[in-house]
């Protein structure tokens, strides 16, 4: 078996755990904190909106640190598209496949068809200009840009970084991103697609 083969096979879930858990406690020992959208506001310091939102005047020096594991990431992704790319569509259970058909969304079967990474029959440019496509990618677009400067930081942020660190408001936030994900799935989803 060669490198690739070996890399690219599918892994436990335990193991993309336990590096989760090491680059966390790592953080930790070196004061530091996880979160993608914070490396937006470093974007946008860099850009020089500092001058004109107190809220981007910061360091953003402290964070650079985050700015490359997010272009690391966006590397790493192109990289495991091109050269580490499964042979199959991304497999999910029967129960999900399912449930997506039964709203009218297709899974690819072959690459052909698709990855599997996002549902097509949702997320196109036909289906930008209808209003199905306004409320999911133009609405909820800015209600997650939105949320995560409320909430004041994004799901990894909270959910890793502030679960590690033990904050109750990371807490709350987490029962909140799950309480609007299990709404939006059972409940806006289906009224939704139906639109």
Known sequence: MSIIEFISQPWHWSISGFMIAFVMFLLIYLGQKFGVSSSF?????????GKKIEYFNYDWKKHDWLLTFVIGGIIGGGIGVSLLAS?????????????LNAMGIKTPT??????GFIPHDLLNFENLMSVKGLLIMVLGGFLIG?????AGGCTSGHAITGLSNLQMPSLVAVIGFFIGGLLMTFVLL??????
Do not use: H, K, W
């Open 41 to 49: 506001q470093a974007i946008c310091a860099i850009g020089g909106a």
């Open 87 to 99: 042979p199959v569509p991304v497999q999910i259970s029967a129960a999900t496949i399912a449930d």
């Open 110 to 115: 072959t690459t052909a068809e698709g990855m």
């Open 146 to 150: 939105f949320g995560t400067r409320y």
């Open 190 to 195: 289906p009224i939704i697609l139906s639109l």
